[in-house]
């Protein structure tokens, strides 16, 4: 349900907490949210989610839906606007969307969300939760924090300043200021949330105290699947003689997927059976699609409707992430979630160390190979295709591991912990 444009609400950040007895008044404040559908955004609705239905009073403050496509979605205007999802009321500031997102147009992006968000008023919570990314949006976050009175927690899904020097989208001076400002601000947090284990020793190093650092996996987001696996790939125009690769989800610069084009440009020279398939948006499909538009053996889809999506997944052959040679140790790639509970084997083109290879590792789910070397990727994706033990064993390990109801529990418990702990000393 779509309100008016927001007002501001009587009152500022020093009236009483409007929870009635037993219940929390949170505010979550994080870029992405509901209607987006990919990235970091499910994550962040489904918290929201769990913890109003644990009984707590929750608001949301974030961005005007836009990624993956980078073009603010059709319907949304103004500088800002209420909406209600699911029950819980959610007020959208505007902010710049940039259609080329480089490090400086991030930034500044960054920062008007969180100077807008920063201005949008009301009661006091008892516990106030950032989202990173956006990093910054930890500072509007702060302007709530009190000692005793409101408790402060960030969730990150990927490090920032990992992100600077990974995608090397800035200069090294730059991201040495950015590993500086992620410790700081991170470090007066009452508590940080981390979506993968390995995160944990950068931000030891990044000074932020282990004993508040908790890690919450992120879950498996997507329904079953329900059509007739051959209908579909009928459907698609994928042929029964084909082994389709498909790498789902956003076209950025950390994904590399100039490597899955290479790939599929070597399927052509050596007449293969396989076709990449690259379905999603991003940032970089244009160059992509340039890159590769004399290639055979390479598809690219446009998103799919939530309900289409989880039986193109189970559609195809093998599941493909792709890693940027650069990139290792910035995110856990949110597709593996999606891609274990599909059922189908994964080929990861990720470095060793990297989350994305320990969550291949621990779910046994198929094979990985280093960035970079788009003979190797081919060369893998035909020795696991056909693998359908592997892609069983992902889907058991989504259920056991990445159930959404543990890590709801979990994020309430978190939640919870913090405003306990407010009056601790720090």
Not at 16 to 21: K, R
Not at 125 to 130: L, N, S, T
Not at 380 to 385: D, F, K, Q
């Amino acid at each position: 349900m779509v309100m008016a444009p927001n007002r501001p609400r009587p009152g500022g950040a020093d009236d009483a907490p409007g929870s009635s007895s037993g219940s929390l008044d949170v505010c979550v404040i994080g870029m992405h949210y509901a209607p987006e559908h990919t990235g970091n955004a499910p994550y962040t609705t489904g918290m929201v989610g769990a913890l109003h239905a644990a009984g707590h009073q929750v608001r949301v403050v974030t961005g005007y839906p836009h990624y993956p496509a980078w073009e603010v979605t059709a319907g949304y205007s103004g500088l800002r606007r209420r909406e209600r999802i699911d029950g819980v009321p959610v007020t959208r500031v505007r902010h710049p969307v940039p259609a080329v997102p480089d490090a400086r147009r991030r930034i500044v992006m960054d920062a008007a969300f969180t100077a807008h968000a920063a201005l949008v008023r009301g009661p006091r919570p008892d516990v106030v939760v950032a989202v990173s990314p956006v990093l910054l949006t930890v500072l509007a976050g702060l302007r709530w924090r009190r000692e005793g009175r409101t408790a402060l927690g960030v969730v990150t899904q990927d490090l920032y300043s990992r992100a600077l020097t990974e995608t090397r989208m800035t200069s090294s001076r730059m991201a040495s200021l950015g590993a500086r400002l992620e410790g700081g601000l991170l470090a007066r947090a009452d508590g940080v949330a981390v979506v993968h284990p390995s995160f944990v020793p950068t931000l030891t190093g990044l000074g932020v105290d282990p004993t508040r650092v908790t890690t919450i996996p992120n879950w498996s987001h997507i329904a079953p699947p329900t059509r007739d696996r051959t209908a579909v790939r009928r459907e698609l125009g994928w042929r029964e003689d084909e082994v389709i690769a498909l790498h789902a989800g956003n076209m950025g610069v950390k994904q590399g997927l100039g490597n899955v084009v290479e790939a599929a440009r070597h399927a052509d020279l050596a007449g293969s059976k396989v076709r990449f398939v690259l379905l999603g948006d991003g940032n970089q499909r244009a160059r992509l699609a340039e890159l590769g538009a004399d290639v055979e053996r390479l598809t690219f889809l446009d998103p799919l409707p939530g309900d289409r999506f989880p039986d193109a997944l189970a559609a195809a052959d093998v599941l493909v992430v792709n890693e940027a040679e650069t990139v290792a140790e910035m995110s856990a790639p949110s597709k593996l979630t999606s891609y274990f509970a599909a059922g189908r084997p994964v080929v990861a083109a990720s470095w060793a160390r990297s989350a994305a290879s320990a969550e291949l590792v621990r779910a046994d789910a198929g094979r990985r190979l280093d960035p970079g070397d788009p003979e190797a990727l081919h060369a893998a994706v035909l020795a696991t295709a056909g693998d359908d033990e592997a892609g069983e064993r992902g889907r058991a390990y989504a259920a056991d591991a990445l159930g959404a109801g543990r890590a709801h529990a979990a994020y309430v418990a978190w939640v919870e912990g913090l405003a306990a702990s407010r009056g601790a000393a720090r």
